[in-house]
């Protein structure tokens, strides 16, 4: 029997994942590869070593002859040949044995350009697809959060995720406003790095860094409330030894404002480039977030509290996107304005 799969993915800065038509999400790993610098094959490129999990369990402890890398920055394919490999690991691993030219719906940030948008469809012709289509991520996002968008109404969407935060107002199933932001988790992990080495002489890793953010990392602190803290390994930055410390909530809080603030920014500057008709619909029905990121402790009570538009965050933010993208494939009739 011949048959071709439909695949969906999205293909995030900090991780990626895989919908089967017919089966759901089957595959959510971190957007990482290992490679060697030593065995550079001259036709073959970069000896790629481990993707996804695997290769995330390496960041930072690594030798020197061994790369560990992220191919997506800020939301845009960085490293081509990388991602290309990267794409037909995660393929065939989502697909088994059953693979056989599938069609893939592949989502964007909204605004890609041209150059952006050929360079994923070229990735996924070569990682087998028969078929590329392309949906923009705020959209995926709104479909997969069940908003109603092909609506004469306005709906804000903000995506926040590792790399990017894409904030987008749609209405009749189109972006009306967007703006893509370089600013998201991995801006927080990095302010928190930093703070800890600036001001508490403390010199951690990234991996450690976003562990603290998910454990005890907060937008906005109720004072009413006792300051959350944990234990931390480390190194001292002065006599380089190793050490356990103690953070709390308030240095983390105050780590990640600079970054927090330039979300907010983003949200203020599409909230005023949009029609004031669309606006007054979102201040009524209020801004959904999503994203890996929006599980930051409070950030929906510190995005309502600096622009008076009530936000909240969909049920499994980290899934949103890749469920829209499965939920367009499934029935491109049905969306067929959403699809580029
Ligand atoms: P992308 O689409 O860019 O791959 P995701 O939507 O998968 O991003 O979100 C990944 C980001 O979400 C990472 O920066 C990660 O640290 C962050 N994240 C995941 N869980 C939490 C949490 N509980 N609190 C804060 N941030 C989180
Ligand atoms: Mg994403």
């Known amino acids: 029997m011949f048959f071709r799969k439909k695949v969906g993915i999205d293909l995030g ?43 995330k369990e390496m960041l930072g402890r690594t030798p020197g002859s061994i790369i560990v890398s992220r191919p997506m920055k800020e939301g845009v394919i960085a490293d081509y040949s990388t991602t290309s490999a990267m794409i037909t690991y995660f393929l065939k691993k989502a697909l088994k044995r ?16 041209q150059v952006e948008k050929r360079a994923v469809v070229a990735a996924c012709k070569q990682a087998g697809a028969s078929n590329v289509y392309l949906i ?10 069940k908003v109603p968008i092909s609506q004469a109404s306005g709906h804000m969407i903000v995506n926040i995720g590792g790399g990017t935060t894409e904030i987008a107002v749609i209405s009749l199933g189109q972006l009306v406003v967007y703006k893509t932001v370089r600013v998201a988790g991995t801006k927080f992990d990095e302010a928190i790095m930093q703070i800890l080495r600036k001001k508490y002489n403390i010199i ?75 606006a007054a619909d979102i201040v009524d ?24 538009v009530p936000a909240f965050v969909v049920d499994e933010p980290l899934f949103c996107v890749i469920r829209g993208v499965g939920m367009t494939i499934e029935n491109l009739d049905s969306f067929k304005e959403a699809i580029r």
């Open 285 to 308: 029905k209020g801004i959904v977030l999503s994203g890996g990121s929006s599980l930051l402790t409070n950030i929906d009570k510190f995005i309502t509290y600096y622009t008076n």
């Open 98 to 113: 059953s693979v056989f030219w599938p069609e893939v719906m592949i989502s964007i940030p909204g605004g890609s350009s």
């Open 13 to 55: 800065t900090a991780n990626t994942l895989v919908y089967v038509a017919g089966e759901g999400i089957v595959l959510n790993e971190p957007t990482v590869v290992a490679y060697s610098i030593e065995d550079f094959h001259y036709r073959q490129g970069k000896k790629i070593l481990a993707i996804g999990d695997e290769a």
């Open 204 to 278: 951690i890793g990234e991996r450690t860094a976003e562990e603290i953010k998910m454990k005890i990392g907060n937008a906005l602190i109720d004072e009413d409330k006792p300051l959350r803290k944990i234990e931390v390994k480390g190194r001292d930055f002065q006599s380089g030894l190793p050490k356990i410390f103690e953070i709390d909530e308030k240095m983390i809080s105050e780590a990640i404002t600079r970054p927090l603030k330039a979300i907010l920014e983003g949200i203020k500057e599409v909230l005023s480039q949009t029609p004031p008709e669309l």
């Open 136 to 145: 923009e991520e705020p959209l995926a996002a709104a479909i997969g959060a």
